[in-house]
């Protein structure tokens, strides 16, 4: 930094300072989220950015600040992974903002309207920047793509009601609840699993997803628990300590729609009391979900168990952990494996010959 300085006009660095120092002021919580050495970076950055904006007014091409405001937004996001990108871009368009009250001082009077415009045009483009998450391949393929994208967005802005209303009019256009469910919801919310893995979102961001998406299921529980009965019944549960209990919530909630009596145990469940819950409900089907890989030999001691003590029960397993494994399942006294509700469904109406 103190080469930096050592090249830069004193009165930039004045300037700088008081820049730096409003930011400060007017948001309270930059004090939490920036130690020393963040705080350095920040002021140096403060100067990088006049020398951009100074190079595009001059030259008069707004591309030239436009692209480095791009950049450094992502930039910024890779290096405070602690904060979600939301955050970052709330910091950087206020600081946009503070420059822009400061371009007379920074410019000639026919220059500083320019700047302010540049400022306005980079303002935009973080905003915009920040649904931008790297994407994968797998969740821009199938079914009801931009309505999956326009929900994760919504997620991922914190926008609840927003979250709602497209969840809502793709009811109301007549798409499936299955389809809802699988091809918008649980890609959602596998994309928002793989955003945090990769630390392009925070835990609090994930937990946020996750509480909100198992909000709206549960507007959709007045249609599937008034569907007429077919006295099948299933058990689905989360084994050991596992947290993660969305994709063993949506196949009981399934179910149900399809008129089986689902017993959803919910997630951390031990294997004696997963043994004691079937001698109290002989159901018909058993699914397991496991979405750590850590939780998988927990899983196959829940699998042992099971098959020790009820030898007809058909069982499934399923969930992200198993994608990480090498078809681990084949070689385990399982009657299917599969993530997708629809397909276990019908497998199981098949296999459960009941009136």
Not at 57 to 79: H, R
Not at 292 to 318: E, N, T, W
């Amino acid at each position: 930094m103190s080469l930096l300085l050592n090249s830069v006009d004193p009165k930039l660095i004045t300037l700088a300072q008081k820049i730096f120092d409003q930011q400060f002021d007017q948001d309270p919580q930059l004090g939490q989220e920036m130690d020393e050495r963040r705080k350095q970076l920040m002021f140096q950055d403060i100067l990088y950015n006049f020398n951009f904006l100074t190079t595009a007014v001059t030259l008069e091409d707004e591309q030239i600040f436009s692209s480095y405001a791009i950049w450094l937004f992502e930039l910024l996001c890779n290096l405070m992974k602690d904060l979600d990108r939301d955050r970052i871009k709330d910091q950087m368009v206020h600081h946009y903002q503070i420059l822009g009250t400061f371009s007379d001082q920074l410019f000639s009077p026919d220059k500083a309207g320019l700047a302010r415009k540049y400022l306005e045009k980079a303002i935009s483009l973080t905003e915009g920047a920040v649904d931008d998450y790297p994407l994968s391949e797998q969740f821009l393929k199938g079914r009801h793509v931009e309505i999956r994208r326009a929900y994760l967005n919504a997620l991922l802005r914190s926008d609840t009601n927003g979250a709602i209303r497209i969840i809502k009019e793709a009811e109301a256009s007549g798409i499936r609840l299955e389809e809802i469910y699988e091809d918008i919801i649980r890609l959602a919310m596998l994309e928002v699993g793989e955003l945090w893995h990769q630390n392009k979102i925070t835990v609090d961001k994930e937990h946020y997803c996750t509480s909100t998406t198992q909000m709206i299921l549960s507007l959709f529980y007045p249609t599937i628990f008034s569907q007429t009965g077919n006295q099948k019944k299933i058990v689905t549960c989360c084994i050991g300590s596992e947290l993660h209990e969305m994709g063993g919530r949506m196949v009981s909630d399934l179910f149900e729609y399809h008129g089986w009596e689902s017993i959803y145990l919910g997630s951390a469940v031990p294997v004696s009391s997963l043994v004691h819950a079937l001698e109290e409900h002989h159901p018909d089907l058993v699914a397991l979900s496991v979405t750590m890989p850590q939780y998988l030999g927990l899983c196959h001691d829940a699998v042992l168990a099971i098959r020790k003590a009820f030898p007809s029960i058909l069982i499934a397993v399923g969930g992200r952990a198993f994608q990480t494994s090498g078809k681990i399942h084949e070689r385990w006294p399982v009657d299917i494996h599969t993530d997708l509700a629809s397909e276990l469904i019908a497998w199981a109406e098949e296999k459960v010959n009941k009136p």
